[in-house]
C-alpha cells in the first residue's frame, strides 16, 4: 500500500459545481497536509495547508483533516473553467522536511 | 511571497552529455532544497534533499553518481544529470522553505520545474 492514494480521475464538472477531492493515507505520523495545484508543465503552487485535524477555508477552497480516518479533501465551491489544472495532495511527518505527494487528480471544469 | 526560480525551463540534450539544472530562492534563505522529479500523469517523486554545505542525501534507488547536487549558497542548488540517456528525459522540479515562516510551518515554496529531453 502506497503511503498517500489519490484517484487520479479525470474529474469533469460544469462551471458553478462544488468539487470534492480526497486523499487517504496509511501513516499515523503525518502532522501536515496540504493541497497544491499545478498547471500542465508548470511547477506547484500551494494552496491550502493544514496542520493536524481540522478544517480550514479560504475563500472558495476549503481544507478537511480527518486523522482519525486518515482522510483529507478540498471543496472547491463555485467551480471555475481557470480551476481546471491537477490537485495534489501533500503531506509530512515534521515541519522542514520533504513532502509525500499524492499522483494528483486532474479536474476540468466545462464553461 | 517566497519565489523560487529555476532555469532552464526547458533543455534538449544529445544522449551523453550533462545537463546542469539550477533553483535559485530569490528573496528567502534555505538551507535546505529538494529536488523531485515527475512523469507524465505521475506523482512527484523525491529524489534527494539539497543540504547547504553538506552532502545532498538521496532516496532510495536514485543513483547519486547520475544526479549529482551541489548546494553551494543559502540561496542556490543545482542538479546536474551527467551521461543523460532518453530514460532520464522527465520534469524536474526543486522546492525549498522559507526559514522565516512561523515555528510548525512546512510549507514548500517549488519551482516552476525544468523538462529534460534527451534525445
Known amino acids: ?111 | 511571497g517566497a519565489v523560487v526560480s529555476q532555469h532552464p525551463s526547458r533543455v534538449i540534450c544529445k544522449s551523453g552529455t550533462s545537463v546542469k539544472i539550477e533553483c535559485r530562492s530569490l528573496d528567502f534563505q534555505a538551507t535546505t532544497m529538494f529536488w523531485y522529479r515527475q512523469f507524465p500523469k505521475k506523482s512527484l517523486m523525491l529524489m534527494a534533499t539539497s543540504n547547504e554545505g553538506s552532502k545532498a542525501t538521496y532516496e532510495q534507488g536514485v543513483e547519486k553518481d547520475k544526479f549529482l547536487i551541489n548546494h553551494a549558497s543559502l540561496t542556490l542548488s543545482t542538479l546536474t544529470v551527467t551521461s543523460a540517456h532518453p530514460e532520464d528525459s522527465s520534469f524536474y522540479i526543486c522546492s525549498a522553505r522559507d526559514q522565516g515562516t512561523s515555528s510548525g510551518a512546512n510549507v514548500l515554496t517549488f519551482g516552476a520545474g525544468s523538462r529534460l529531453t534527451v534525445l
Not at chain 1, 56 to 71: I, L, P, W
Open chain 1, 1 to 111: 500500500q502506497k503511503e498517500v492514494e489519490q484517484d487520479p480521475g479525470p474529474l469533469s464538472v460544469p462551471e458553478g459545481a462544488i468539487v470534492s477531492l480526497n486523499c487517504t493515507y496509511s501513516n499515523s505520523a503525518f502532522q501536515y497536509f496540504m493541497w497544491y495545484r499545478q498547471y500542465s508543465r508548470k511547477g506547484p503552487e500551494l494552496l491550502m495547508y493544514t496542520y493536524s485535524s481540522g478544517n480550514k477555508e479560504d475563500g472558495r477552497f476549503t481544507a478537511q483533516v480527518d486523522k482519525s480516518s486518515k482522510y483529507i479533501s478540498l471543496f472547491i465551491r463555485d467551480s471555475q473553467p481557470s480551476d481546471s489544472a491537477t490537485y495534489l495532495c501533500a503531506m509530512s511527518t515534521q515541519a522542514g522536511t520533504a513532502l509525500i505527494f499524492g499522483k494528483g487528480t486532474t479536474l476540468s471544469v466545462s464553461s
